[in-house]
Structures are given as structure tokens and as C-alpha cells.
């Protein structure tokens, strides 16, 4: 199976920023798809971005666009979360997800067959 490692995460004020970093092991990973998704505190997890490998198209949440960009280094099958502007309420979990297969909505978690262990975002106001 594939492993993902996310980091990145940490405390940072509103307004601030953070990158996130998803790196993916081995050596022939070939992946359809990363993204990424949240959970916060009491409630249920949710998708944020998502990118495809081969052609760099990009999926955003509402609550993210315009904020949030999501990028990809193939040669280091590593895929990056730029948060800017960052609010109270992304405070959260965040999770790298890779997809391995043409499947599905890159929305939507059932697309993804590997995960992260996860990094906590926090933001102060």
C-alpha cells in the first residue's frame, strides 16, 4: 500500500498562513488524484481541495476558494496546501488522500484509497 505522511500543520493567527506538505512513498507511486480534507471538532469530515496528477486541473470547497491553493510535485510525488487568509473556523485536522484509480468524484471521499495520518491546523483569533 501507499503511505502518506502530511506536515506542516500548526498555531498560527487569523489572517496568517501555512503550508502543508503531503508526500507520498516509494518509488513508482502513480496516483489519479490527491486531496485534501478536514475535520474539525464535533463535526464530520469534509473535502477542502484537490488536484489531478497528470494534468494540475484544481477542485476547491466554497469555503476555501480564493484562500487555499493546492499544488503537486510529481518528481517528489508530493502535493502542497497553500492557506492563506486563514479564519477561526479552519481549525481542524487536515488529511492527504491519493487516489489510485479514475473513479469517482475527486469531492468526495470514496474516491480515495489512501490516507494520511493527519496534521492540526489551529487558528487563534
Known amino acids: 500500500q501507499v503511505q502518506l505522511v502530511e506536515s506542516g500543520g500548526g498555531l498560527v493567527q487569523a489572517g496568517g498562513s501555512l503550508r502543508l506538505s503531503c508526500a507520498a512513498s516509494?518509488?513508482?507511486?502513480?496516483?489519479?488524484?490527491l486531496g485534501w480534507f478536514r475535520q474539525a471538532p464535533g463535526k464530520e469530515r469534509e473535502f477542502v481541495a484537490a488536484?489531478?496528477?497528470?494534468?494540475?486541473?484544481?477542485y476547491y470547497a466554497d469555503s476555501v476558494k480564493g484562500r487555499f491553493t493546492i499544488s503537486r510535485d510529481n518528481a517528489k510525488n508530493t502535493v502542497y496546501l497553500q492557506m492563506n487568509s486563514l479564519k477561526p473556523e479552519d481549525t481542524a485536522v487536515y488529511y492527504c488522500?491519493?487516489?489510485?484509480?479514475?473513479?469517482?468524484?475527486?469531492?468526495?471521499?470514496?474516491?480515495?484509497?489512501?490516507w494520511g495520518q493527519g496534521t492540526q491546523v489551529a487558528v487563534s483569533s
Open positions: 488522500a491519493a487516489s489510485g484509480r479514475d473513479i469517482g468524484s475527486y469531492r468526495s471521499e470514496g474516491r480515495y484509497d489512501y
Open positions: 516509494g518509488r513508482t507511486f502513480s496516483s489519479y488524484g
Open positions: 488536484i489531478s496528477w497528470k494534468g494540475g486541473n484544481t
